[in-house]
C-alpha cells in the first residue's frame, strides 16, 4: 500500500492529453514539492518533473505538472507511443521523515 | 556527465548479508546527499534511505522497514557510496538503485543507477 495513491492504468490515442493523478496527505504533498518520474521496463527511473511543474532539460514541454492542496496531476498532451511507459509521483514526507512514492500508473498509447 | 553505477547484487538465503557499491563519476560525491531507492519485482519504488554530505557530517536516514538490518556508508576517497545490508529477508528482493539528490532534497532524483539486483532465497 503506498503512501501516494496513483490511478493503476491510463490510456490514450496518440495526439490526445491525458492525466495522471497523485493523492496525499498534509505530511506529504500538502506541505512540500512533488516530483515525477517515467520508467521504461529494465531501466531506472528518470526525473520528468521537479518542484510542482519545473521540467529538466530536455524533457519535452507536452509534460506539465501541477498541484492542488493534498493532490497533484500529470498531464501529456500530443501524446505519442512513446510515451508509453509507467509514471511514479513522489513527495517528502514529513511524518515518516522520507520521500514517499505513488505506486505507478501504467501509461497505455492505444 | 554525472554516471552512477551499482554492483554488488546477487542471490543470497534469508538472514544472510551483501553488500552493494555506488560508483560516481562525473561529480564530486562529498558534495552531495547521496539515496538507496530500490523497486521489487513488478512493484513501485521504495525510499531505503540516504547519506548525507561533508558539509552535513554524513550522517544517514533509513526507511522503517529496513532501519537497525541496513546501513549506508561512503567513501569520498573513491566517489562510492555502499549499503550493507544484513538480516535479508524474502521481501528485500529488489532492485535497488542509488540516486544523487539534488538541490530541493529529496526525492529529488536527477541522477539514478542503472540498478542492481538482489535475490533473497532459500
Known amino acids: 500500500q503506498s503512501v501516494l495513491t496513483q490511478p493503476p492504468s491510463a490510456s490514450g490515442t496518440p495526439g490526445q492529453r491525458v492525466t495522471i493523478s497523485c493523492s496525499g496527505s498534509s505530511s506529504n504533498i500538502g506541505s512540500n514539492y512533488v516530483y515525477w518520474y517515467q520508467q521504461f521496463p529494465g531501466t531506472a527511473p528518470k526525473l520528468l518533473i521537479y518542484?510542482?511543474?519545473q521540467r529538466p532539460s530536455g524533457v519535452p514541454d507536452r509534460f506539465s505538472g501541477s498541484k492542488s492542496g493534498t493532490s497533484a496531476s500529470l498531464a501529456i498532451s500530443g501524446l505519442r507511443s512513446e510515451d508509453e511507459a509507467d509514471y511514479y509521483c513522489?513527495?517528502?514526507?514529513?511524518?515518516?521523515?522520507?520521500?514517499?512514492f505513488g505506486g505507478g500508473t501504467k501509461l497505455s498509447v492505444l | 556527465e554525472v554516471q552512477l553505477v551499482e554492483s554488488g547484487g546477487g542471490s543470497v538465503q534469508p538472514g544472510g548479508s551483501l553488500r552493494l557499491s555506488c560508483g560516481a563519476s562525473?561529480?564530486?560525491?562529498?558534495?552531495?546527499?547521496m539515496n538507496w531507492v530500490r523497486q521489487a519485482p513488478g512493484k513501485g519504488l521504495e525510499w531505503v534511505g540516504r547519506t548525507r554530505n561533508k558539509a552535513n557530517s554524513y550522517t544517514t536516514e533509513y526507511a522503517a522497514s529496513v532501519k537497525g538490518r541496513f546501513t549506508i556508508s561512503r567513501d569520498d576517497s573513491r566517489n562510492s557510496v555502499y549499503l550493507q545490508m544484513n538480516s535479508l529477508k524474502t521481501e528485500d528482493t529488489a532492485v535497488y538503485y542509488c540516486?544523487?539528490?539534488?538541490?530541493?532534497?529529496?526525492?529529488?532524483?536527477?541522477?539514478w543507477g542503472q540498478g542492481t539486483l538482489v535475490t533473497v532465497s532459500s
Open positions: 562525473g561529480i564530486i560525491l562529498s558534495d552531495y546527499y
Open positions: 540516486a544523487r539528490e539534488g538541490s530541493y532534497g529529496g526525492p529529488d532524483f536527477h541522477y
Open positions: 513522489a513527495a517528502w514526507d514529513d511524518s515518516l521523515s522520507g520521500p514517499v
Open positions: 518542484t510542482n511543474n
